[in-house]
Nanobody, 124 residues
């Protein structure tokens, strides 16, 4: 069964850090680009970052540049999002997406694999 499972979310104070993981099963992640999205209540799902399947080229939304780092470990069939200097506006449910090309357009598109999400809350 094809599955993506996010983990690593939780409650953190402003300025703190979290590392999210996205573990793939039932398919080989190295042949897919991996993107992270987030969604706050009442707001649209927005693209945060993406890492390509080929040369590993990356994209970051302006709101997270310099604070977040996306990476992947193909041997572990897992991707990561390191989040530093977290702000309250980073709060939301974070989803990972495996797609044939690097994109932060939500879609949906045929062939997309989505995880169920993990909650990130940044609050004092």
């Amino acid at each position: 069964q094809v599955q993506l499972v996010e983990s690593g979310g939780g409650l953190v104070q402003p300025g703190g850090s979290l590392r999210l993981s996205c573990a793939a099963s039932g398919f080989t992640l190295e042949y897919y680009a991996l993107a992270w999205f987030r969604q706050a209540p009442g707001k649209e799902r927005e693209g945060v970052s993406c890492i390509g399947s080929g040369d590993g080229g990356t994209y970051y939304a302006d709101s997270v540049k310099g604070r977040f780092t996306i990476s992947r470990d193909n041997a572990k069939n897992t991707a990561y999002l390191q989040m530093n200097s977290l702000k309250p506006e980073d709060t939301g449910v974070y989803y990972c997406l495996a797609r044939g090309h690097c994109s932060v357009v939500a879609g949906p598109f045929e062939g997309d694999y989505w995880g169920q999400g993990t909650q990130v809350t940044v609050s004092s």
